[in-house]
């Protein structure tokens, strides 16, 4: 078996069109392709969450998880982008066990009523950069003041 991803970027209208072609190329086996099209591109604003969302994400039951707080944590202490692989370090975990906190902190957000629905729920509280040496992240103002109003840390 051999898996071939394909990545298409362009305008909605681009994409429409391409579609049929997509099921052409790939014959019988068009039945398990699914090509989904994104509605706002980076140059849209992305969702915006105000203080009370986030508030509430921060604080609804069940309550906010200890390693969801130690990752908010070493991004709160920072004053600048942070490097996964200093958050692993800060935190005494793998790379690995990093993106499933990431994941499950992504999960509490789009488990909040009225979380805008994106792909990924939690870049809209924390900013991320892929740099040549690491991935990096920072706290959105926003986030970093509902985190100090809200005392969660």
Not at 4 to 29: C, M, Q
Not at 30 to 39: D, F, G, L, R
Request: hydrophobic share 35%.
């Amino acid at each position: 078996m051999e898996i071939t991803l394909i990545k298409l970027s362009g305008n909605v209208e681009e994409l429409e069109k391409l579609t049929p072609k997509v099921a052409e190329w790939f014959g019988d086996a068009s039945a398990i392709i699914n090509v989904s099209i994104k509605t706002y591109t980076t140059t849209d604003k992305p969702p915006h969450v105000d203080d009370d969302l986030m508030q509430r994400m921060l604080t609804r039951h069940p309550p906010i998880e200890l390693n969801h707080k130690g990752f908010l944590g070493v991004l709160y202490r920072a004053t600048d982008w942070v490097s996964a692989n200093t958050i692993c370090r800060e935190m005494g975990i793998t790379p690995k066990r990093l993106t499933g906190v990431m994941g499950s902190f992504g999960r509490r957000c789009a488990g909040t009523p009225d979380w805008p629905k994106v792909e990924k729920p939690s870049r809209l509280l924390i900013s991320y950069e892929r740099r040549v040496d690491d991935h990096y992240y920072c706290l959105t103002p926003d986030f970093r003041r509902v985190i100090t109003d809200t005392k969660v840390l």
